[in-house]
């Protein structure tokens, strides 16, 4: 894959993980160890993982990295919600989540079909010898 700088949805996922950053510097500091800390790491796991995927050398690995990414925006979108549920981030600040969260999953799941359609266009080119 390359440089993972050069991924648009890697600077998204950086954004957003940045905004993460600056929303629990809010939250109450008794969530320092719970709800901040589950909001971080699923925030910064977005874009780690592309850049770690970016290294591999299949497009099958590097498609099942972005499922795990996937799975960190909607685990982050959860956290989001619960705080705004809990009255801690307002409606406002969840919205926001909501739609940047929807925009990097979204492109991460386009990239992941694609990966895994060449992927398989790949294997149908190049049947495993007997």
Do not use: C
Not at 46 to 58: F, I, K, M, Q, T
Not at 111 to 124: P, Q, T, Y
């Amino acid at each position: 894959m390359g440089d993972y700088r050069k991924l648009k949805v890697w600077h998204k996922a950086h954004r957003l993980a940045l905004f993460t950053y600056g929303v629990t510097e809010r939250l109450p500091q008794a969530e320092r160890f719970g709800l901040i800390s589950q909001m971080r790491r699923a925030a910064v796991s977005v874009p780690a993982n592309l850049a770690e995927g970016s290294a591999r050398l299949g497009d099958r690995d590097m498609a099942r990295i972005l499922g795990i990414a996937i799975g960190s925006a909607n685990e982050l979108h959860y956290h989001f919600r619960l705080a705004a549920d809990l009255g801690w981030i307002s409606q406002e600040t969840d919205q926001q989540a909501e739609k940047m969260t929807a925009e990097v999953r979204a492109m991460l799941d386009g990239l992941r079909r694609r990966l895994l359609e060449r992927s398989s266009h790949k294997d149908r080119l190049n049947p495993p010898s007997s």
